[in-house]
T-cell receptor, first 117, second 111 residues
Framework: ETGVTQTPRHLVMGMTNKKSLKCEQH?????MYWYKQSAKKPLELMFV???????ENNSVPSRFSPECPNSSHLFLHLHTLQPEDSALYLC????????????????FGNGTRLTVT | SQKIEQNSEALNIQEGKTATLTCNYT??????LQWYRQDPGRGPVFLLL?????KEKRKERLKVTFDTTLKQSLFHITASQPADSATYLC??????????FGQGTILTVHP
């Protein structure tokens, strides 16, 4: 149990579907993150939220839409995705955002394996 | 541009030996360096953090070094076990909070 729970663990969707990924953290952390992990590539930061406010959007296409209703929950809404968006999507949290405390370690969930057909 | 290189996409060693993984960075000066372990189908798990003014950090069988002159961190696992088999990620962090992951090294420890 990592303290960060992601659902679903696996998702297959067509390019015209709309789906959402959910992340919940039980660690009392203030910052939450979405990362994308593709095969043979480093983890790519997508979005950062600090105290439920978005503080970073790393040039992510608008077909990915994040939502953070409170410090414990984070969603990633998906629509009209492309096959190249297939990847492992990881949610993470940290006590404070990096800009506030640069040595803050990340606590990751186990990810959602997304396949776009 | 900033670049992180984890030498050896894959490393194979015999049980009981010391595994040494390398993380090199160029074109910037991180204030911290974090190391994570990732098992297949799982998210990364934080292992150790070392600051730029620390030469070495230890935790049980793990040891991390940070050489700001060489722009390199070494991650050692002593008395390695098959259960240590995983992908290890380094993540330099700048003083203003930019964290970037390396592509990882897949370690396999053979019985």
């Amino acid at each position: 149990e990592t303290g960060v729970t992601q659902t679903p663990r696996h998702l297959v969707m067509g390019m015209t579907n709309k789906k959402s990924l959910k992340c919940e953290q039980h660690l009392g952390h203030n910052a939450m993150y979405w990362y994308k992990q593709s095969a043979k590539k480093p983890l790519e930061l997508m979005f950062v939220y600090n105290f439920k406010e978005q503080t970073e959007n790393n040039s992510v296409p608008s077909r990915f839409s994040p939502e953070c209703p409170n410090s414990s929950h984070l969603f990633l809404h998906l629509h009209t995705l492309q096959p190249e968006d297939s990847a492992l999507y990881l949610c993470a949290s940290s006590p404070q955002e990096f800009r506030d405390r640069a040595n803050s370690p990340l606590h990751f969930g186990n990810g959602t394996r997304l396949t776009v057909t | 541009s900033q670049k992180i290189e984890q030498n050896s996409e894959a490393l194979n060693i015999q049980e009981g030996k010391t595994a040494t993984l390398t993380c090199n960075y160029t074109n910037y000066s991180p204030a911290y360096l974090q190391w994570y372990r990732q098992d297949p189908g799982r998210g990364p798990v934080f292992l150790l953090l070392i600051r730029e003014n620390e030469k070495e950090k230890r935790k049980e069988r793990l040891k991390v070094t940070f050489d700001t002159t060489l722009k390199q961190s070494l991650f050692h696992i002593t008395a390695s076990q098959p259960a240590d088999s995983a992908t290890y990620l380094c993540a330099p962090v700048t003083s203003y909070g930019k964290l970037t992951f390396g592509q990882g090294t897949i370690l396999t420890v053979h019985p």
